[in-house]
């Protein structure tokens, strides 16, 4: 299954995400085949304010282990995390 989650940073955490982004972005990488798109939500100024990760898991349970597991979680940057059953039905690469 795959699933969204959808992380919206703490006020004024920039400094947290960008001293922790090396960490964030050696997790997404151990994630393998299972991390299918990753990115930063962004202010007008393009400053980022959250995370939306696409991945894959058995389910929502492994899905939630997965977020608690990210550095960023770790860290405390996020006000919330939430995880959404996803389905990837326009431009999936998989499907082609």
Known sequence: MLFALICTD???SLDLRLSMRPYHLKYLESLGA???????F????G????SLVIIEAADRA????MADADPY???G???????RAWKWLIKNPETK
């Open 10 to 12: 703490k006020p004024a």
């Open 42 to 45: 962004t202010d007008d100024a």
């Open 62 to 65: 492994a899905a939630k282990a």
């Open 47 to 50: 400053q980022p304010i959250g």
């Open 73 to 75: 979680a770790k860290a």
């Open 77 to 83: 940057l996020f006000a919330s995390v939430e995880i």
């Open 34 to 40: 299972g991390l299918k798109a990753a990115g930063p």
